[in-house]
């Protein structure tokens, strides 16, 4: 029973494109974020949501956008992918104050060609 | 937000214990001190979490000293399946998210 699970765990798509990741935490937890890594395993902050309210939004293109339909689910939206765009996606949740740190699902890893 | 440096690489042979040391000069006073492991194709796993003196669970123990500014993940007894890279990070609680600096790769050799 996966605590954070992302789906799909991987997608190939053609410059231009709009693809979505889901994201699902059954951990009860009130935040989740999405979070790059690109190819030098760099990890940066993309988005975070606590209780379906954005509360992070860091310079990222508005050509990604993020939703939560409820507290358990938060979704990372791409408009027309660009090649620069292909980089590990990692889901992540916690509690709010973070005692037990941040649990991340396993990844997608998005390749635009 | 406290920016860290650590070695971008250890190495070390099964059995050993193996000690990582982060710096992080300009913590503040709310910080606190989390170390993560990452394995290949997966997302980084939470290791321990700290914010004075030393911590201890059953995978790994943490040291800190009293002025913070640095930090020591100790590994007892390492395995080959403790090969990973492991990232030190430092942050507040509450809506500040945490940011991970390079990390590093530990190669655990037979």
């Known amino acids: 029973d996966t605590a954070v699970s992302q789906t799909p765990k991987y997608l190939v798509t053609q410059m231009g494109n709009d693809k979505s990741i889901k994201c699902e935490q059954n951990?009860?937890?009130?935040?989740m974020y999405w979070y790059k890594q690109d190819s030098k395993k760099f990890l940066k902050i993309m988005f975070s949501?606590?209780?379906?309210?954005?509360?992070i939004n860091e310079t990222v293109p508005n050509r990604f956008s993020p939703k939560s339909p409820d507290k358990a689910h938060l979704n990372l939206h791409i408009n027309s992918l660009e090649l620069g765009d292909s980089a590990v996606y990692f889901c992540?949740?916690?509690?709010?104050?973070?005692?037990?740190?941040?649990?991340f699902g396993s990844g997608t890893r998005l390749t635009v060609v | 937000l406290a920016k860290t440096t650590q070695p971008i690489s250890m190495d070390s042979y099964e059995g050993q214990e193996v000690n990582i040391t982060c710096s992080h000069n300009n913590i503040a006073t709310n910080d606190y001190i989390t170390w993560y492991q990452q394995f290949p194709s997966q997302g980084p796993r939470f290791i321990i979490q700290?914010?004075?003196t030393k911590v201890t669970n059953e995978v790994a123990s943490l040291f800190i000293p009293a002025d913070r500014k640095s930090s020591t993940l100790s590994l007892p007894r390492v395995s080959l399946s403790d090969t990973a890279v492991y990232y030190c990070l430092v942050g507040a609680s509450g809506y500040s998210t945490l940011t991970f600096g390079k990390g590093t790769m530990l190669l655990v050799s037979p």
């Open positions: 951990l009860g937890h009130d935040t």
């Open positions: 700290g914010y004075k």
């Open positions: 992540a949740s916690s509690t709010r104050d973070r005692v037990y740190g941040y649990t």
């Open positions: 949501y606590n209780n379906k309210e954005l509360i």
